[in-house]
Nanobody
Framework: QVQLGESGGGLVQAGGSLRLSCAAS????????RGWFRQAPGKEREFGAQ????????YYADWVQRRFTISRDDAKNTVYLQMNSLRPGDTAVYYC????????????WGQGTQVTVSS
């Protein structure tokens, strides 16, 4: 069973940066897609970015606007989300997720990490 665990959230001022980490345990997620989502209070969870394991294929939601970068460390089975130029509107719980490259929906989720951006 794959377990995902996020870290790196916290409180930051507008314009600042944070780097989120998502470590996978239980098995090596080869042939998987790893993604980041977020859910703000009163809103639905929304997709942010994804990266395909063992490739350089990435995809971002429009709202990211080139402020965030997803990357991976194969040796650590970990995915990162570097977030720059943070805005108060980025305040949310950020979740990492994983799915098989052949799946259409994400099947594994972390517990989430809170990101709060103050103005």
């Amino acid at each position: 069973q794959v377990q995902l665990g996020e870290s790196g959230g916290g409180l930051v001022q507008a314009g600042g940066s944070l780097r989120l980490s998502c470590a996978a345990s239980g098995r090596t997620l080869s042939n998987y897609v790893r993604g980041w989502f977020r859910q703000a209070p009163g809103k639905e969870r929304e997709f942010g970015a994804q990266i395909t394991w063992r490739s350089d294929s990435t995809y971002y939601a429009d709202w990211v606007q080139r402020r965030f970068t997803i990357s991976r460390d194969d040796a650590k089975n970990t995915v990162y989300l570097q977030m720059n130029s943070l805005r108060p509107g980025d305040t949310a719980v950020y979740y990492c997720a994983a799915r098989s490259i052949t799946a259409t929906q994400y099947t594994n989720w972390g517990q989430g990490t809170q990101v709060t951006v103050s103005s």
